[in-house]
């Protein structure tokens, strides 16, 4: 006896089908993939931006706080150097503890300023020569963020309210009458990181605020 045995197979329609639901599970996979890759990418540019602003704050914050001081006390060329604007520091202190009684000025380095540049980072001189804030020369500035971690927006020094003492811009005095005077300055800075699917107008931004005291400007009798 001969079996003849019948060779069983899909259809065509069966077979599209298959292809259908094998293209659907593939795109979403893909989709899930890209979507993760996509939140990885933009949580560790974020982590990155934080890092960047807060480096930038607490390196302003410690330049800050040694503002007018002097191997010899009896010098004050340090003090006077004080000055701010709206977005720019100066400052000065003996960085080389090498200041004698009779200095009527710092060394030509060692007058410092911190600003927000049109590039939108932020740059710190040690050559802030002069009597404004940014009179440093163009070669002189060096940036301290990067434009490719962080855009900064914003660098603002808040000194609202405030008095004209000892040729500095606008810083409050808590205490004037003795001892050394003590001044709150607000530092607000803020700036952002380009995500490629948003605009620049919808880029995630951070900001982080600090105030500090600098003690060492303008010591009374």
């Not at 880029?203 to 500090?212: A, K, M, Q, S």
Request: charged letters at 20%.
């Amino acid at each position: 006896m001969i079996n003849k045995h019948k060779q069983v197979g899909l259809t065509l329609i069966e077979m599209m089908i298959a292809m259908v639901l094998g293209l659907f599970v593939t795109a979403v996979i893909i989709t899930v993939f890209s979507t993760n890759v996509r939140s990885n990418t933009e949580n560790i540019k974020m982590i990155r931006l934080n890092q960047e602003l807060r480096g930038v704050m607490t390196m302003m914050v410690d330049e800050l706080k040694r503002h007018g001081y002097s191997n010899e006390s009896s010098v004050s060329a340090f003090m006077d150097e004080l000055n701010f604007t709206s977005t720019c520091a100066r400052y000065s202190y003996d960085e080389n503890n090498n200041a004698v009684i009779g200095d009527t000025a710092p060394d030509s380095n060692e007058r410092f300023a911190f600003r927000l540049n049109s590039d939108k980072t932020i740059e710190w001189t040690s050559k802030a020569n002069g009597a404004g804030c940014v009179t440093a020369s163009t070669g002189d500035w060096d940036d301290i963020t990067d434009p490719n971690i962080a855009s900064i927006t914003t660098l603002d020094f808040d000194i609202t309210g405030s008095i004209n003492t000892g040729g500095v811009s606008g810083v409050t005095a808590l205490t004037t009458n003795f001892g050394v005077s003590v001044y709150d300055v607000t530092i607000t800075l803020t700036g952002k990181t380009d995500l490629p699917h948003s605009s620049d107008a919808n880029d995630p931004r951070r900001t982080i605020i600090e105030t500090i005291r600098i003690r060492n400007e303008d010591p009374k009798d």
